[in-house]
């Protein structure tokens, strides 16, 4: 395992990470995996979020038990693709905030181009989780950290479906301290930019189109 790289192999993921590699696989069931494996890979992102214990009456007694403590963390996915995750995550903690990253890669330079970005006005007191489903180059996911640090971020995490070796040693060689979580480490990117063997373009994939 990479320094900082934490890839998910718990059975369900990789085999709805193998479903969604089938190019065969429909839009509709695409976007139902990722959703899916959205809901598993935030369980093993949010693993160790701080506790504190309240009092509380069950039926039968009062008791002290553990609840998240602190400010609810904050999603921050990479449009349009990182979309592809929220609702899975919402599911298990729906008062996070969201924060909207507008980026997309330059076909000629695969430089990250940012468009849109709106973020929690206390984001910075608050765990912020980088959702972007290829990390390939890594240009949108380094992009998309620098303008969250910009804003004052400081405790921030990186959630993606698939990452190429070239993109991990991207992203670290620029935000080090920022973990990965990730479902696999394919083998290399192709000429273009894509990983390979991966799955295509995860968000043509999601949203039907080219």
């Not at 004052?152 to 959630?159: D, F, I, M, S």
Request: charged share 25%; aromatic share 6%.
């Amino acid at each position: 395992m990479m320094r900082d790289v934490h890839v998910v192999g718990h059975p369900l993921v990789q085999h709805k990470l193998t479903l969604m590699r089938d190019a065969e696989r429909s839009t509709q069931g695409f976007r139902r995996l990722l959703n899916e494996i959205g809901m598993l890979l935030c369980y093993e992102v949010t693993r160790d979020l701080p506790l504190e214990e309240i009092e509380i009456a069950t039926p039968l007694t009062t008791m002290k038990a553990p609840i998240l403590s602190g400010k609810k963390l904050v999603f921050a996915p990479i449009l349009r693709a990182g979309m592809g995750f929220v609702d899975g995550m919402l599911e298990l903690i729906p008062s996070a905030r969201i924060a909207h990253i507008g980026l997309y890669r330059d076909p000629k330079t695969l430089a990250a181009v940012e468009y849109y970005f709106k973020a929690p006005p206390d984001v910075a007191e608050r765990l912020v989780i980088v959702l972007d489903p290829m990390l390939a180059t890594a240009n949108s996911a380094v992009a998309a950290v620098d303008r969250l640090k910009e804003r004052g971020c400081r405790e921030l995490r990186l959630v993606c479906l698939l990452a190429a070796p070239e993109g991990i040693a991207h992203f670290h060689a620029v935000h080090p301290e920022v973990p990965i979580w990730t479902a696999a480490i394919d083998s290399h990117l192709d000429e273009h930019g894509y990983i390979l063997p991966g799955l295509g373009d995860a968000g043509d994939r999601m949203f039907g189109t080219r």
